[in-house]
């Protein structure tokens, strides 16, 4: 009996030990993916209505991530995670047509309980009066006070990105993707200028 029990002995040693290394392994490539990289995309959504008109510079934005961002099958933030934006520059349409002006600027983005910085800005133009018509208002003054350029609004739900700022760990908040959810957002990584975009064209206004 006890010549007979070694084997097994051994054999339950050699598993143990085959677990560690295994366990071992593994490790770095979990916490790799638990691993936001600097440069990379997040898709982000308006959750109200803004205007030209009627917003201003300081005023708080509400945002949130569009698609969840994953990172081999991994969901490092979830979609729904709220975003802190404001806005950085309203200017309401005017006369002779100039048009209106809105920025929105993005400073983090929750992960669970980590606050990730990032960069990237909404900016926002209206159109402008046209141009034969001003030219004709700076013949009869009371045209040019009637013609104005247009405002600019940015309805509940217009997408746009940022950008990570710097490489962040986001450890235990990580979760394996859920099935059946959205399509996760493989971010792209930052373009070396962040184009400025027209609501005319994105929006079609």
């Not at 010549?3 to 490539?29: D, K, V």
């Not at 013609?147 to 739900?157: A, Q």
């Amino acid at each position: 009996m006890i010549h007979a029990s070694l084997p097994m002995r051994r054999t339950r040693r050699w598993a143990a030990l085959a677990s560690l290394l295994l366990a071992a392994t593994a490790g770095p490539a979990i916490a790799q993916s638990t691993i936001l990289p600097e440069g990379m995309a997040i898709q982000l959504e308006t959750r109200q209505e803004l205007s030209s008109k009627s917003a201003r510079a300081g005023d708080p934005v509400e945002l949130a991530v569009a698609k969840p961002v994953t990172i081999g099958g991994v969901t490092l933030i979830p979609a729904g995670s709220p975003a802190v934006g404001e806005v950085s520059r309203a200017r309401d349409n005017g006369l002779l047509g100039r048009s209106g002006k809105l920025d929105i600027k993005v400073s983090t983005v929750k992960a669970g309980g980590i606050d990730v910085p990032v960069r990237g800005e909404r900016n926002a133009k209206g159109k402008s009066g046209t141009l034969g018509a001003v030219g004709a208002g700076i013949l009869f003054l009371p045209l040019a006070v009637i013609i104005r350029g247009k405002d600019v609004k940015l309805p509940s739900g217009t997408l746009f990105e940022v950008y990570v700022d710097r490489e962040v760990n986001i450890g235990s908040n990580a979760a394996p993707a859920a099935p059946g959810v959205a399509a996760p957002y493989e971010g792209r990584e930052a373009p070396s200028s962040i184009r400025t975009i027209d609501p005319n064209q994105a929006l079609g206004s």
